[in-house]
């Protein structure tokens, strides 16, 4: 079983940076893809970023593309969201997630962790 914990949510002011940590158990976490998704009060789920398993390809939602930056680190089995230059549209719960083997989906998810952007 694959836990993922997220960390380094808070509240932050418009203009303002974050980094959101996610954190794995297990011994296979470089052999994935990971990803993460956000979710605003009374909107669906929403990709924000990708990263292939050794951090060589990136995809990023139009919506953040130049603002976040994804990355990794696999020896210490976690992937990290850099948050610069928020926006209040950014507030969300954020998750991050294991792009299943097939790499059509995603298979494991975190419990989230909030991201408040104040104006």
């Known amino acids: 079983q694959v836990q993922l914990v997220e960390s380094g949510g808070g509240l932050v002011q418009a203009g303002g940076s974050l980094r959101l940590s996610c954190t794995a158990s297990?011994?296979?976490?470089?052999?994935?893809?990971m990803g993460w998704f956000r979710q605003a009060p009374g909107k669906e789920r929403e990709f924000v970023a990708r990263?292939?398993?050794?951090?060589?390809?990136?995809y990023y939602a139009d919506s953040v593309k130049g603002r976040f930056t994804i990355s990794r680190d696999n020896a210490k089995n976690t992937v990290y969201l850099q948050m610069n230059s928020l926006k209040p549209e950014d507030t969300a719960v954020y998750y991050c997630?294991?792009?299943?083997?097939?790499?059509?989906?995603?298979?494991?998810w975190g419990q989230g962790t909030q991201v408040t952007v104040s104006s």
């Open positions: 990263i292939s398993w050794n951090g060589d390809t990136r």
């Open positions: 297990g011994r296979t976490f470089s052999s994935y893809a």
């Open positions: 997630a294991r792009r299943s083997s097939l790499g059509i989906d995603y298979d494991y």
